[in-house]
């Protein structure tokens, strides 16, 4: 059985707990490492950090870009970016697309902020599918499960801190229909 767990840290802790008793040590991951390996997009690599602001930046060089105030300056731009990838990794992450978010009346006061933001999203995307790139802000509707890897391991239990995204639960619930998937609280 393949053990999950949210961070190294974890794992450090529970192998720290076990190194006193006389038994192998199970086979453990974190999550991240678990989903590079169970999950799959066909044809494409996935985007590295530096590429991946670089490709964001080209993205933002349109007109309207320059109402939200995030200057082009390189170091300006990269702290800038981490606060952008958020965002769209938090609507991945809970499976809401931004279309959403603009018809909602509570966002009514962003609207145009939103619409800039779509649209960087947009060009962002296309400069990713030209280069042959994936990022994990499209994996939630781009990825396949890595059946071999999956039946490889045959069964696993995710020891969970805190909530699972909307994404990561439809993903384990996924899985648990290919494998024995545990969760642990």
Do not use: C
């Amino acid at each position: 059985m393949l053990k999950i767990f949210p961070t190294t840290r974890a794992i450090r802790q529970e192998f720290s707990k076990l190194s006193t008793t006389n038994r192998l040590l199970p086979k453990a991951t974190t999550i991240g490492e678990f989903e590079k390996k169970a999950l799959t997009v066909k044809n494409k690599i996935f985007i590295d950090d530096d590429k991946r602001v670089m490709l964001l930046k080209e993205a933002s060089k349109f007109e309207l870009f320059k109402e939200l105030k995030i200057k082009q300056d390189f170091l300006f731009f990269l702290k800038n970016s981490k606060i952008l990838f958020r965002f769209f990794e938090e609507l991945a992450n809970e499976k809401v697309n931004i279309d959403d978010i603009e018809t909602a009346d509570t966002y009514a006061q962003f609207d145009k902020h939103l619409s800039i933001l779509k649209k960087l999203l947009s060009n962002y995307k296309k400069k990713l599918l030209k280069s042959g790139f994936i990022d994990k802000i499209f994996l939630p509707q781009e990825y396949r499960l890595n059946l071999s890897y999956l039946k490889s391991i045959k069964e696993a239990e995710l020891i969970l801190e805190g909530y699972l995204s909307n994404f990561e639960f439809a993903l384990f619930l996924e899985i648990s229909k290919i494998i024995p998937f545990y969760i642990r609280y």
